[in-house]
């Protein structure tokens, strides 16, 4: 009923009715011609739109996406040829294949950054491509495979060509179906975050590899279903059509020109370009050999330089706001925010405790020997002149750094001191931290970069949004949560930093430098609120260089210089010290003020 | 000779300078300090012309320099020494050197300028051959200013030279500073470790959020208790 | 023993064609920091200008390396100048679309110029067999031997020597203090590519008198050329140059070992392996930008 009662919103019934003019026009047509076109459009929109799973969502951007086409039309027709089995089971077989492949291609492969994700993505294309080549004797090598020709729905393959039409309509239905969900759940925020900012996504709990393997193994299935359908289709699979190059290309060019990580996108940009070069390979036959090519490519180069953003990038929200002005248009309810995790364990306790800590980067000492306790509900204030190794020191207490040799130690809920081993499990046990260098996730709003942080405890999108805007409102950003996160001054950055970080619900809050760049009225504001988060039982430690803020906020202050701690105690006596006014101001200044 | 008036800059739609006025008279030693993110490094890619102003002028010389590019202001004699050196650490030290004479204004008398540099850093002499990234903090500092001569400068800026070195290396870097300024070529100096820098200026400002503060002699802003505050919190 | 001896001379033949290809596809991305997707359509681009040049004109290939070099030349330039210049600061998938863009554009506009046909030159001299002690080379893969030593002597020459070389060195590792010493960064990265695409035009004037021309052939080299850049550890024209005489002589040596159709399913799992594992390259220098 939920669903059905969604009907009524523009947005969905605009939706529906655009989609099915790509039955209803060539239906109406009949030709067998466009209907071929109309078959086309919906598979490319289909590849597309799973393409963009990976390549959009997760900015992963593979270029040998025919990989999973081609399993899966292989799979199919190998299953029909030797075991006589229907295409519609053979093609969840060719999926499961695809998967197990793209985990395998995947996994070592997500480690590699833009251009040479993409190169390794061509070598593995070229690699299978060159596999199924080589074993002629199950695939038919490079002279191909032909479907044997039997008739009817269970084998797919038809005389009236209006039937293709309907199963491919279906999957592309399918593909948008399941992009549309991943865009409105927990992974496709997930996933956004992975793409604009890794270090941040991690802070805020993200197992990356993880939520990378799950797009590319959805996109993988999606993407051999419709390459099973297809290899019925065509009736004849050759390795050099069905794991080609020039195809997987396409594929993502289509979801570029669209507009990349759009539900949309992917459809638009094959419905912009196909039936421009179909129809020309139609009418002007083989002089047109090359045009539907040069079109494309020059396409894609053009709107790099006009429109990054693609189509519904930069036309989506105007075309959004009209549609929520024709009737039926839903207003964005906000629920009550879940309650907030508890804080437990006794008052003073140590939670965090490092032990003679040492970091080395090449031959520069970056910690040195630094063992400081952190105990629950307190403030721990770090200061030291720049360069001294305070940032080196978050980055091993929030595990985005290994220490060279010494030991971090966190308390988790069962009261045990441990060691989690990546940055996301420090994460998860509670340890929340700010980057010094502002990381937002620049294209999403300020309500979103916070919500990355609640999906944390809260997996359901509504509970996160209403946890994240309970925080914006904690830290003055509730005015701007619809502001994209990459126009915001650096003053707004540094508390949607803090923001993003309580959003996680931390028992340890690593704050580094959240002062600067902040008004006198917003500084006293941010020290408020930090104190009563403390109130709440939450442990805090906090590098900064505003030293009026940091003095009246500590408890306790560790002063760090040359990655050693030279002086503790409480702020008062730290600032009388002579070697901490030697490290600020030179041991000449010491002198002179007879200290 | 170098004027900044009421420039406001930043990245992006961010400000990190907010109406910073500034002089430097020929012959000076100018140092500004400020703590970390009060916009000193900022001011001086703006002067230098990596960062265009958004409103405000800058003049070196009686001619603005504030819609030149970074080349064209390399050309006029303003020369930036950057933070953290910023060598070209595959390539040799004498290449690194010789790069600061890069610019065809600059190329005129360069071996002759080369060889006086060198006097100044005998280290660097000896060091000539060998990678500028395998060389110490201190070392590479040398290079970078030596780097920052070559290129004719009439002013030289320098941004925190100071930073990361040992405190004999330090003493030893604020005497070649007031060398390089007694040999005719005007200095602006940003520094966070402020007594020493203080020391030898001339005229000192002191910056925070993005402003100019005190503004004064050296040794006047280093009695300043304000100073200190900022400092230390006290 | 003959045989294999025979092969690894074969293959450090093959290998000095893709170290050519190679050096252009490591300056461009070792300088602007841009991986030319379409490096290899450069090089079908010179090919079939030599193809031109030889039918139109009558020059031998050889001879038409100088106007190809210069051509070439001024397409790299162009196309940074126009295209890469303005996508220097946009998100990196951009700057690869926009060379995967190119890529196609340019295959296929050749395929409607010249149709999917394959075109040769007829230069029988450099197919002469030369006998090298008890071995047999042809006389254009000498040729194209020497002329990869001397393009790697040469750019060595220019980068070290000369004050624009200098630049460009400095320009690769530390941009912003290039542009303080006064260097205009946007003219080196035209002269870059530029100087990156030349490297192909020499390469297409060797390769035309032993191989046909056709629309895909960039194809064929450039993702050879790219298994080179990455075992050369990307930025080094050494690196380039030494990986480009391995995979020449893995090549070569799978080829017959193995199966004449996996040749390239070794070197490719080579390619991929050495991503994964050792992305500085074979001989760490990776971090280098010489």
Not at chain 1, 206 to 229: C, D, E, P, R, W
Not at chain 3, 46 to 65: E, T
Request: proline share 4%; net charge neutral; with cysteine.
């Amino acid at each position: 009923m939920r669903y059905l009662s969604e009907l009524t919103n523009p947005r969905v019934y605009v939706a529906l009715a655009a989609l099915s003019l790509l039955l209803i026009v060539p239906a109406l047509i009949g030709s067998a011609f466009w209907i071929h076109i109309f078959v086309t459009i919906c598979v490319f929109g289909a590849l597309s739109t799973a393409w963009n799973i990976v390549g959009g969502y997760a900015g992963q951007l593979s270029l040998g996406h025919t990989i999973f086409y081609g399993l899966g039309g292989y799979t199919t027709a190998l299953l029909i040829q030797h075991f006589g089995l229907t295409p519609w089971v053979g093609m969840f077989a060719g999926a499961a294949v695809s998967v197990v492949v793209a985990v395998g291609i995947g996994y070592p492969c997500f480690r590699l950054r833009g251009p040479f994700f993409s190169l390794a993505t061509i070598a593995f294309l070229e690699v299978i491509r060159l596999l199924v080549i080589h074993f002629n004797g199950l695939t038919g090598g490079s002279a191909g495979l032909i479907v044997p020709l039997q008739i009817g729905w269970e084998w797919m393959i038809f005389r009236e060509k209006m039937n293709y039409l309907y199963i491919a309509f279906g999957l592309l239905l399918l593909a948008l179906v399941v992009s549309l969900a991943i865009r409105n759940s927990r992974l496709g925020f997930y996933l956004t975050a992975v793409r604009e900012r890794e270090d941040a996504a991690q802070a805020a709990g993200v197992h990356n590899a993880q939520v990378k393997l799950y797009a590319v193994m959805i996109s993988a299935a999606l993407t051999s279903f419709v390459g099973a359908f297809h290899a019925m289709y065509m009736t004849f699979l050759e390795p050099a059509t069905m794991f080609s190059l020039a195809t997987a290309v396409e594929v993502a060019m289509f979801a570029l020109i669209g507009g990349l990580g759009t539900v949309a996108g992917p459809l638009l940009g094959t419905l912009l370009v196909v039936p421009i070069a179909e129809a020309a390979r139609g009418w002007l036959g083989a002089s047109a050999n090359g045009l539907h090519g040069l079109v494309y490519g020059s396409v894609l180069v053009l709107m790099t330089l006009t429109l990054p953003g693609g189509l519904v990038g930069t036309f989506g929200p105007r075309v959004t706001a009209w549609l929520d002005k024709l009737p039926g248009a839903r207003k964005r309810v906000d629920r009550d925010p879940p309650p907030l995790r508890k804080v437990a364990g006794t008052k003073g306790e140590v939670v965090l405790e490092t032990r003679n800590l040492k970091k080395l980067f090449g031959g520069l000492v970056a910690t040195d020997n630094v063992t400081v306790d952190l105990k629950r509900g307190e403030i721990l204030g770090i200061i030291g002149p720049n360069g001294a190794g305070k940032t080196t020191l978050f980055n091993q207490m929030s595990g985005f750094l290994k220490p060279t040799s010494g030991t971090i130690t966190v308390r988790n809920a069962k009261g045990e001191m441990v060691t989690p081993d990546s940055a996301d499990g420090f994460a998860r046990l509670g340890v929340g931290r700010t980057f010094q260098i502002v990381q937002p996730f620049g294209k999403l709003s300020v309500i979103e970069n916070i919500m990355i942080g609640a999906f944390l405890h809260h997996p359901h999108v509504e509970d996160a949004r209403a946890s994240a805007l309970r925080v914006a409102r904690l830290v003055g950003l509730e005015a701007l949560k619809d502001v994209e996160a990459r126009n915001l001054p650096i003053g707004d950055l540094k508390r949607l930093e803090v923001a993003r970080t309580l959003a996680t619900e931390p028992s340890i809050l690593l704050l580094d430098e959240v002062m600067a760049g902040q008004s006198q009225a917003d500084t006293q504001k941010m020290v408020e609120i930090i104190r009563a988060i403390r109130d709440t039982g939450v442990s805090v430690i906090a590098i900064e260089h505003n030293m009026h803020a940091i003095m009246s906020l500590s408890d306790r202050i560790v002063v760090v210089d040359s990655g050693k701690v030279i002086a503790e105690g409480d702020p008062k006596t730290v600032v009388t010290n002579r070697k901490v006014i030697e490290a600020y101001l030179g041991e000449d200044f010491a002198n002179a003020q007879g200290l | 000779m170098l004027r900044v008036s009421d420039i406001t800059a930043g990245y992006g739609r961010t400000t990190i300078l907010d109406g910073v006025t500034l002089e430097v008279n020929a012959g000076e030693i100018v140092t500004l300090i400020g703590s970390n993110g009060a916009g000193k490094s900022t001011l001086l890619r703006t002067i230098s012309g990596m960062i265009k102003p958004k409103t405000g002028s800058v003049t070196f010389l009686d001619e603005t320099i504030s819609t030149l590019t970074p080349d064209e202001i390399v050309a006029r004699g303003l020369i930036m020494v950057p933070e953290a050196r910023q060598l070209f650490p595959v390539m040799s030290v004498r290449d690194n050197v010789l790069m600061g004479a890069y610019h065809p204004v600059a190329r005129e008398g360069m071996e002759q300028r080369f060889e006086e540099v060198l006097d100044m850093f005998p280290r660097v002499r000896e060091r000539l051959d060998q990678l500028a990234g395998s060389l110490s903090g201190g070392e590479q500092q040398m290079v970078a200013i030596a780097r920052g001569l070559m290129a004719k400068p009439r002013l030289l800026m320098l941004d925190e030279p100071s930073l990361g070195l040992a405190p004999l290396i330090v003493a030893q870097m604020f005497d070649i500073i007031t060398r390089i300024c007694s040999m005719g070529t005007t200095v602006l100096l940003v520094e966070q470790k402020a007594f020493h820098a203080l020391k030898i200026a001339n005229r000192a400002y002191a910056m925070e959020n993005g402003r100019i503060v005190i503004s004064s002699t050296g040794e006047g802003l280093l009695a300043d208790p304000h100073v200190k505050q900022a400092y230390l919190g006290i | 023993m003959d045989v294999t001896a025979q092969l690894i001379l074969n293959g450090i033949m093959l290998g000095s064609m893709y170290a050519i290809i190679a050096v252009g596809l490591t300056l461009i991305f070792g300088i602007v920091r841009v991986v030319n997707f379409a490096h290899g359509e450069f090089l079908m681009v010179g090919m079939y200008a030599v193809y031109l040049f030889n039918k139109q004109m009558g020059l031998h290939p050889y001879v038409s390396a100088l106007p190809v070099v210069v051509l070439l030349f001024l397409l790299g330039a162009l196309i940074q100048r126009f295209i890469i210049q303005k996508l220097l600061n946009a998100d990196e998938h951009i700057q690869i679309f926009a060379t995967v863009g190119l890529s196609t554009a340019l295959i296929n506009l050749a395929l409607i110029l010249f149709g999917a046909d394959l075109y040769s030159v007829n230069a029988p001299a450099a197919r002469q067999p030369v006998p090298l002690g008890s071995f047999n080379v042809l006389s254009g893969h000498i040729v194209i031997f020497c002329a990869a030593l001397a393009l790697v002597a040469g750019l060595h020459m220019f980068m070290q020597r000369t004050a624009l070389g200098r630049a460009i060195r400095a320009t690769a590792q530390n941009r912003y203090a290039a542009q303080l010493m006064g260097v205009k960064v946007e003219r080196i990265y035209i002269i870059s590519f530029g100087l990156g695409a030349a490297c192909v035009g020499l390469a297409a004037a060797l390769i035309m008198p032993l191989y046909p021309v056709s629309p895909t052939i960039g194809t064929y080299f450039v993702l050879t050329a790219f298994v080179v850049v990455v075992l050369g550890g990307m930025r080094s024209m050494y690196g380039a140059f030494f990986g480009a005489l391995i995979i020449g002589i893995v090549d070569s040596l799978s080829g017959y070992y193995i199966a004449p159709d996996l040749k390239e399913v070794v070197y490719f799992a080579i390619f991929i392996l050495i991503l994964i594992f050792k992305p500085t390259g074979l001989f760490g220098f990776g971090r280098g930008t010489e």
